[in-house]
């Protein structure tokens, strides 16, 4: 099993540009979930999905939007990027919020 | 109000020593979660418990539910513990499933040789 992945690795972006993070499981997980990770903060939750077909919005969910049309893959897409969108992600996957965690590798963003 | 609250946020120990990590969180969870990120940033489930404790090689959780609080043990310390550890909580919905999970801003541990 690959468990958790995530692509890009790294990404670059211009202010104003769109672009979305890829985020796959393999586990037959049906909740998953995007967290953002900012210096002195600690995870916080920016959309969930506890299955194919729904979604919901975390904590910090503004100039961010999700879809799930299977089980394995939930991507998000930064609509028109900002520099305070400069973060690392984390895309994370489980059978639900009360049992282990599996975390994807990160994608570091910078919004020039 | 931080739902979950962890100390030390710093912390440097001399490798062999006895390491405590702290959590406290302030309403009824389901389960607490104790995470390790490595200076590589990918982070890595240590333990999930509702209650008592639970052992892993020479990491240690223990949890009070009446009063709120949780700790990591590390014995024998050694410089590849050195990590940032992080608590999380899930917490009840009225229904009485899982809530997603609210992060404590994690304790960053270094082991020196």
């Known amino acids: 099993n690959a468990g958790v992945t995530q692509t890009p690795k790294f990404q670059v972006l211009k202010t104003g540009q769109s672009m979305t993070l890829q985020c796959a499981q393999d586990?037959?997980?049906?909740?998953m979930s995007w967290y953002r990770q900012d210096p002195g903060m600690g995870l916080r939750l920016i959309h969930y999905?506890?299955?194919?077909?729904?979604?919901d919005q975390g904590e910090v969910p503004n100039g961010y939007n999700v879809s799930r049309s299977t089980t394995e893959d939930f991507p998000l897409r930064l609509l028109s990027a900002a520099p305070s969108q400069t973060s690392v992600y984390f895309c994370?996957?489980?059978?639900?919020?009360?049992?282990?965690?599996?975390f994807g590798p990160g994608t570091r963003l910078t919004v020039t | 109000k931080n739902e979950v609250e962890q100390s030390p946020q710093n912390l440097t120990a001399q490798e062999g020593e006895f390491i405590t990590i702290n959590c406290s969180y302030s309403?009824?969870?389901?389960?607490l979660h104790w995470l390790q990120q490595h200076p590589g940033g990918g982070i890595v489930s240590l333990f999930m418990?509702?209650?008592g404790k639970k052992k892993h090689g020479r990491l240690i959780a223990t949890i009070n539910i009446q009063e709120k609080h949780s700790s990591l043990h590390i014995t024998a310390s050694h410089p590849r513990d050195s990590a940032v550890y992080i608590c999380?909580?899930?917490?009840?919905?009225?229904?009485?499933?899982?809530?997603?999970?609210?992060f404590g801003s994690g304790t960053q541990l270094t082991v020196l040789p």
């Open positions: 994370a996957s489980s059978y639900d919020p009360g049992n282990e965690q599996y």
């Open positions: 586990m037959n997980h049906e909740y």
């Open positions: 999905s506890v299955g194919a077909g729904i979604t």
């Open positions: 309403v009824g969870i389901s389960a």
């Open positions: 418990l509702s209650s």
């Open positions: 999380a909580v899930s917490l009840y919905f009225f229904s009485g499933s899982a809530r997603q999970l609210t």
